[in-house]
């Protein structure tokens, strides 16, 4: 049949999407529909797919595609989907990852696989991943690529054409040429197109740049932070000594970007980041993302029951104050919410500092006393309206100092926790609505017993 | 003075900070310090600077410095910045900026303002930056590189090579070189490294590949979804009839996808995006992110208000029922906001799409449940110790349903946002609590009422 590359990727989803295994007489028929599907489409099918589907998929590829295809999964999926795989295909795709592609499915792998596998690489292999295995987890050196280019400042534009031509078989890129003395120490950076466009004789010593670098031990986020904006395609990584590692490419850059990013979306709504892909994820993983988060917000909105449990000879006086207590706290925990997204995000992206704190504080206080007093002076008339005026007054300046402060503790929250050292994104968007809806009805009850006279 | 680096750009940064402007005598002395700064910490300084203290630095730095730092600045900073310089600087910053930032400028600007600056381009300048401005706002087309290398199937890797050398002035990349038949149409795509390593005499038609492109009406956030993962330095853009306008290249993808992150991360926590960066930001702005989002909450909150005032006889009768409105509200504001947070990353990244919307129905109703399941249990034994088994039931079988109940909502909220042609983000985690919060109290004062027969 002759089917378009559409109707072939939606035939084989459909196909996969059938719990269970294929019929092994549909097989053939499957392979030949898989032929058809672009590697583009045939990631973003496998991707969605569970561990046992996944796996099916890539044993009817053809090999090359079956390699690129598990190559672009995410490591904590290429871990699932190796147990579904026998060894023979296990080795094989694990041997064709790049260095730092491969120490990333070690780190999801339990211990003894992980070992198995590293032993059946050949020595050099096994070497250079070894040093990669040596950097702490989240730093520069676990995710740059060992293999850099021999290029020395006395050699001429010419030669270094030559040598990168000979190497390139090696090299994950020839773009960013990273310039070293003999005994490895880096000296300078030049682009390919640099030396492709400088006229013929010239040393590179004339044409390269003072490097920027990184240290293979600094934070990766923090480095691809600062990279990425510069627009350029590979940072070089040194060691201690200022000797050359690995080269940072920009398309390991942006994935670091973007699991720094989901992690902190996903902090932002109380969960934590899920590290493949939803649909392939299984149930209780979902379950377990987010249960300690939501005990941990429970367990502290106990604090609100025991709020109002020493107000409640109040609330019994007055029953029409817990009418305005979801009202109230909700108002609370949606301005520290923006606060602290707003601050949090601008530490991500280095537009923040620690030592902003007290600008921050300065800013937060005076947007919440604004909020406060918008919604504070629309609450006094909509209250008095309904209520009466007594209830008008409570609801209303209630209203402005919770603004006031939740937006500045919200503000706060994320430059305190990441001056202890904590990921502001822990002080997540939900922990702060708990504390701000127990704060909050706290300055509700006084101010009603001092209103009312209660 | 002999000062290091960091102790320059310490000094400049705190000179910038004192409001107003520069004694003048002090100007050769900031402008001795900035030019020890190096680009990267100039552009993180200028990013932090409101407009007057931004200009002011641009107006002290070496020519080419201060090109390069405005240049790397967002459009609306730029714009702001704009308002602060003399009108000789505005003109050569504008004529400096690349074709697609120069549109992202303009987009920001009053329309005098940007046509006088339209008119003082060239005219092949201006008629490059009219094509882009031709294209939809957030499409592929606005955010492409225009300039394209002349390559076609037929020339050997060496006439490739030579005309790469001799247009490499105008183009943006060299590295990825889209191949064209004398029509202009697509036909294919070669790196330079391919055409590089290539043995001489060989001709570009039998090196190059399949191209993938997209097209300049396409999306362009959903166009670099796609795009990123793959890789690849720069994506081929073309038009309805097949032909090269462009290349997006891989740092115009990572801004893209930078700023969607921050649009969705900013509503995730209610707010709008800053678009520039949060010192920078003018007080009456941070406030305009977030004030009319809080006004919407808090008037949808006002359906609480309603709710409980119908309930306010059940209310009367067990103000302990009050205690637990912030325990319970908020518990479903969490499940419900994990649900979304989730879901909303998910189809950001491809991994969900609209028609999954059965499976994430069936997923969530599950996690739901057995979220559920274990908070109520914890729930009913603990309000059954402190107040009685009726409380601890009521308790109990609420939390059990508001989880199943949120987790679904929340869940669906984004694939149905998305199905009716809304920006997931629209049913933001805050406006998914208030709902969470009015069918959470509903639903506890009905099993109360039950229960407790009153």
């Known amino acids: ?6 109707q072939a990727s939606d035939i084989v989803e459909a196909w996969l999407k059938q719990e269970g295994a294929i019929n092994p007489q549909k097989a053939p028929r499957l392979q030949e529909l898989l032929a058809k599907v672009p590697r583009k489409e045939l990631i973003s099918i496998v991707e969605r797919q569970n561990a046992l589907r996944a796996a099916l998929a890539l044993r009817l590829l053809p090999r090359e595609k079956s390699i690129a295809v598990f190559d672009a999964l995410d490591a904590k999926h290429q871990a699932d989907i190796i147990d579904e795989l026998g060894n023979a295909d296990v ?3 694990f041997d064709e990852l790049e260095p730092e592609d ?10 003894e696989i992980a070992d198995r596998l590293l032993r059946s690489l050949t020595k050099s292999k ?3 991943t070894g040093v990669i295995l040596g950097y702490p987890k989240r730093s520069v050196g676990r995710r740059m690529s060992p293999e850099v280019p021999d290029i020395h400042p006395d050699m001429s534009v010419d030669e ?5 031509r000979s190497q390139s078989d090696e090299l994950e890129t020839i773009y960013t040429v990273p310039v070293t003395r003999p005994d490895r120490r880096l000296v300078g950076v030049v682009s390919l197109r640099e030396i492709f466009t400088a006229e013929s004789g010239v040393s590179i010593d004339s044409i390269m740049q003072e490097p920027l670098f990184a240290y293979a031990s600094a934070d990766a986020e923090e480095t691809v ?9 590979a940072l070089p990584i040194v060691d201690d000594s200022h000797r050359l590692v690995g080269l940072l490419t920009f398309d390991d850059a942006t994935d670091i970007v973007e699991e720094a990013d989901s992690e902190d979306s996903a902090r932002a709504g109380g969960t934590e980041a899920l590290q493949q892909p939803y649909l392939s994820t299984p149930l209780l993983k979902l379950v377990r993302s987010r249960i300690v988060w939501l005990l941990v917000l429970a367990v502290s909105a106990l604090l609100t029951v025991q709020v109002l449990d020493s107000f409640e000879d109040t609330l019994s006086k007055a029953v029409v104050l817990s009418l305005f207590i979801p009202l109230l706290t909700g108002t609370g925990g949606n301005t520290g919410n923006q606060a602290a997204t707003t601050v949090t995000r601008a530490l991500a992206l280095g537009d923040v500092r620690t030592r902003d704190i007290l600008s921050v504080l300065w800013s937060e206080l005076r947007v919440g006393m604004l909020l406060g007093a918008v919604l504070g002076l629309a609450g006094l008339g909509l209250a008095t309206v309904v209520y009466g005026a007594d209830i008008g007054i409570v609801i209303g300046s209630t209203l402005f100092l919770i603004c006031s402060i939740s937006a500045t503790v919200g503000g706060l929250m994320p430059i305190v926790a990441k001056t202890i050292g904590a990921d502001p994104a822990v002080f997540s968007n939900p922990f702060i609505s708990t504390f701000c809806d127990a704060t909050g009805l706290i300055i509700y ?3 009603a017993k001092t209103v009312l006279g209660i």
């Open 1 to 6: 049949m002759a089917e378009t590359t559409e």
């Open 91 to 93: 080795y094989e795709f």
């Open 102 to 111: 491969r120490v990333a499915l070690l780190d999801e792998l339990p211990a």
């Open 126 to 128: 096994r070497d250079v």
């Open 160 to 164: 270094a054409l030559d040598m990168l």
């Open 225 to 233: 932070r600062w990279f990425l904006p510069l627009d350029m395609l």
């Open 445 to 447: 009850f006084l101010i």
